[in-house]
C-alpha cells in the first residue's frame, strides 16, 4: 500500500512563500513519477507540477511557472514543492499524487495514489 502525506500549507501573505512536503511510504518510490494538483473552491482540480522519477525532467502548468519548483529526495522518499511569489489566486487545497509510471503527465486520472490535502491560503 502506498500512503502520501503533505504538510506544509498554511497562510501566508501576497508575495511570500511556502514549501509543501510530500511523504510516501513504499520501497518504489524512486520509480514514480510525482505530481501535485491544486483545487479552489467551486473549481475543478488543476494541474500544477510534475517530475519524473529521476528529478531530470519536470512539467509545470503555464499559472505557476518561474515561481514554483518542485523538487524530490528519493533517499527520503519525499517530494517537495516550493512556492515564491505567491498570489491570493494560488490559494487552493494542494494534493500530492504518484503515478508508478515514471513519465511526466499533466493528467489527474493517470495518478494512481494521492494524499489527503494540504490548504494554502494567500492574503491579498
Known amino acids: 500500500q502506498v500512503q502520501l502525506v503533505e504538510s506544509g500549507g498554511g497562510l501566508v501573505q501576497a508575495g511570500g512563500s511556502l514549501r509543501l512536503s510530500c511523504a510516501v511510504s513504499?520501497?518504489?518510490?524512486?520509480?514514480?513519477?510525482m505530481g501535485w494538483f491544486r483545487q479552489a473552491p467551486g473549481k475543478e482540480r488543476e494541474f500544477v507540477v510534475a517530475i519524473n522519477w529521476s528529478g531530470t525532467s519536470t512539467y509545470y502548468a503555464d499559472s505557476v511557472k518561474g515561481r514554483f519548483t518542485i523538487s524530490r529526495d528519493n533517499a527520503k522518499n519525499t517530494v517537495y514543492l516550493q512556492m515564491n511569489s505567491l498570489k491570493p489566486e494560488d490559494t487552493a487545497v494542494y494534493y500530492c499524487?504518484?503515478?508508478?509510471?515514471?513519465?511526466?503527465?499533466?493528467?489527474?486520472?493517470?495518478?494512481?495514489?494521492w494524499g489527503q490535502g494540504t490548504q494554502v491560503t494567500v492574503s491579498s
Open positions: 513504499g520501497r518504489t518510490f524512486r520509480s514514480y513519477a
Open positions: 499524487a504518484a503515478k508508478s509510471t515514471s513519465a511526466v503527465i499533466a493528467i489527474s486520472s493517470r495518478y494512481d495514489y
